[in-house]
């Protein structure tokens, strides 16, 4: 069953430091969103991404932040210069276009120290 | 904007039903989906309403009033695995996924 994967699982990075953190969608779908969930708390939208552009950001997703698709099949999230706040599990999801469902990679625990 | 309210957290024996509700606000609405995450996992899909009315899987059923803003997911024969936070996601301007602050279920023996 396909499945989007995320790379690392777990990140730990000093304060100031440049993270990129990685993932692989399904490969049918079109929308590409990544979220946000700080321990014990909500998921939180950060950006959806289609047709190799921002569709749509919230606004925690201020200028730290970047996604990229560099090929065909990756799908990136970049925070310029951590801090101590972005402590979070990442999660990468994926959807059709016009789908109902996002389906969610398993995420990646960024830990900034 | 987007609100979403959930109670934060419920508990309940096995064997029990339990009835998550959900209100929401938002712009462009198109629908509403919950979803199911166990600790330290990730979300994971469990059921779509686009119209009104009760949708049912299994033991799980999803229940939504487009006039009142209003859902809910209702489980039966409660399990111990059905431990797990439980959110609703209205989806809005088309592929839009909104998760709120979700609801913890405890079942207890």
């Known amino acids: 069953e396909p499945e989007v994967t995320q790379t690392p699982s777990h990140q730990v990075t000093q304060m100031g430091q440049e993270v990129i953190l990685r993932c692989v969608p399904i490969?049918?779908?079109?929308?590409f969103y990544w979220y946000r969930q700080i321990l014990g708390q909500k998921v939180e939208f950060l950006v959806s991404?289609?047709?190799?552009?921002?569709?749509?950001k919230s606004e925690i997703f201020d200028d730290q932040f970047s996604v990229e698709r560099p090929d065909g099949s990756n799908f990136t999230l970049k925070i310029r210069s951590t801090k101590l706040e972005d402590s979070a599990m990442y999660f990468c999801?994926?959807?059709?276009?016009?789908?109902?469902?996002?389906?969610f990679g398993q995420g990646t625990r960024l830990t900034v120290v | 904007g987007q609100s979403l309210e959930q109670p934060s957290e419920v508990t309940a024996v096995e064997g029990a039903i339990v009835q998550i509700n959900c209100t929401y606000q938002?712009?462009?609405?198109?629908?509403l989906s919950w979803y199911q995450q166990h600790d330290g996992g990730a979300p994971t899909f469990l059921s779509y309403?686009?119209?009104?009315g009760l949708e049912e899987t299994g033991r799980f059923s999803s229940f939504l009033s487009r006039s009142d803003s209003y859902g809910y997911l209702l489980l039966q024969e409660l399990q111990m695995k059905d431990s797990a936070s439980y959110f609703c996601?209205?989806?809005?301007?088309?592929?839009?996924?909104?998760f709120g602050s979700g609801t913890k279920l405890n079942v207890k023996p």
């Open positions: 999801a994926s959807s059709r276009l016009g789908g109902t469902e996002a389906f």
């Open positions: 309403n686009a119209l009104d």
């Open positions: 996601a209205p989806i809005h301007n088309f592929n839009k996924f909104y």
């Open positions: 991404f289609y047709n190799n552009e921002i569709s749509e």
């Open positions: 490969s049918n779908h079109l929308y």
């Open positions: 938002t712009s462009g609405f198109y629908g």
